[in-house]
């Protein structure tokens, strides 16, 4: 496993970051969680990305557990706020109230005293931002939040909340969460130049595609039982614009490609989106341990410059650039 800086932090990651979205306390079993995190572990990642809306907040139960006994400062835990983890009217959003109270919720079900990097899970409207800040800063002042970051924000978003920071004299956000891979590139042409401009790293997540860029969705074939595509509570809506013949077909198209430079397909995706300089960890999650191993291989490939122009080459019709397509939601009612 390599390490970077997240952003111009002191902090540093491992390259690959272990995520637990749609898996932990929902796709699969806890003792099989309990192992991939130890896989995660065998292999070097010292990174654990959760939020408190995954599963409803059992993900970051599951993570909690499986973590225990390991030395906490040898990890780096990360986990959001924004998203409803309850019905009340002030349990969504990133008011100081809701913060405050989701912080200490997934404190508790981490069982640690503190995350070392606390995220915006997206941007919130109603909310004034400088208070959303200001809640962010105490609890960095209070030692329950090392770092702070946001997920899925967009460029005017991001620089907001860097002048505002900058002006109020606040803890400014360090990190980025935005979906990232070969096939969505919506983050390059303003968010990432703008996140080098001011020190903040990208910790991407779906790098392999929600497993399109796997090869393991055959163009004419029904996906394989079991798999994201299938399984309606865990993200087959999510992997859906993905499923068409056409792009699958395109996908299969990248065999030799991994073939040649030694790698599984996987693998060469993962590669892919850690040869952005701005980029300081990508996610992966899994289901079985032997997902982790394989995914951990990508760690210090570098892809040479030839490889990256037959991707482009292979992918180019499907690939989507469009920065407006990270999108905030809509006010809540």
């Known amino acids: 496993m390599e390490f970077r800086r997240l952003g111009r932090s002191g902090l540093k990651v491992s390259e690959l970051a272990y995520g637990n979205w749609i898996t932990h306390g929902s796709q699969v079993e806890e003792e099989a969680a309990a192992a991939c995190v130890r896989a995660a572990l065998d292999e070097g990642i010292t990174t654990f990305d959760t939020a408190d809306v995954y599963a409803g907040t059992r993900a970051e139960e599951v993570l909690g557990r499986a973590l225990q006994g390991e030395r906490r400062e040898s990890l780096e835990i990360f ?25 200490h919720g997934s404190l508790r079900r981490l069982r640690t005293d503190y995350v070392d990097v606390y995220q915006a899970h997206r941007f919130d409207h109603e909310t ?11 609890l960095v002042r209070q030692g329950k939040v090392l770092y702070v970051g946001v997920s899925e924000w967009r460029a005017e978003e991001i620089a907001r909340a860097v002048k505002i920071a900058d002006e109020m004299g ?4 360090v990190s980025n969460q935005p979906q990232y891979n070969m096939l969505w ?27 399109v860029l796997t090869g393991k969705y055959l163009p004419g074939q029904a996906p394989p039982a079991g798999s994201r595509a299938t399984d ?34 996987a693998q060469l995706a993962v ?3 850690l040869q952005n300089p701005g980029v300081s960890s990508a996610i992966i999650g899994a289901t079985r341990p032997e997902q982790v191993r394989d995914n951990v291989r990508a760690a210090g490939v ?16 499907f690939i989507e650039r469009d920065p407006a397509k990270t999108t905030s939601p809509a006010k809540r009612s």
């Not at 002030?90 to 109270?101: A, T, V, W």
């Not at 004034?128 to 105490?138: G, K, S």
């Open 79 to 103: 986990t959001k706020v924004y998203w409803p983890t309850g019905s009340g009217k002030n349990d969504s959003g990133l008011s100081r109230k809701h913060i405050f109270e989701s912080v």
């Open 128 to 138: 004034p931002l400088e208070e959303t800040l200001r809640a962010f800063d105490d």
């Open 170 to 173: 606040l803890d400014r956000i």
């Open 185 to 211: 590139r919506v983050i390059e042409s303003e968010v990432v130049p703008l996140s080098q401009q001011e020190g903040i790293g990208q910790v991407v997540f779906s790098p392999i595609a929600q497993g």
């Open 232 to 265: 309606e509570k865990s993200g087959a809506n999510f992997i859906s614009r993905h499923m068409r013949e056409d792009l699958l077909t395109r996908v299969q198209d990248l065999l030799p490609v991994a073939d040649e430079a030694g790698l599984s397909m």
């Open 271 to 273: 590669a892919w989106v």
């Open 302 to 317: 570098r892809l040479a410059p030839e490889v990256l122009k037959r991707i482009d080459d292979v992918l180019e019709p």
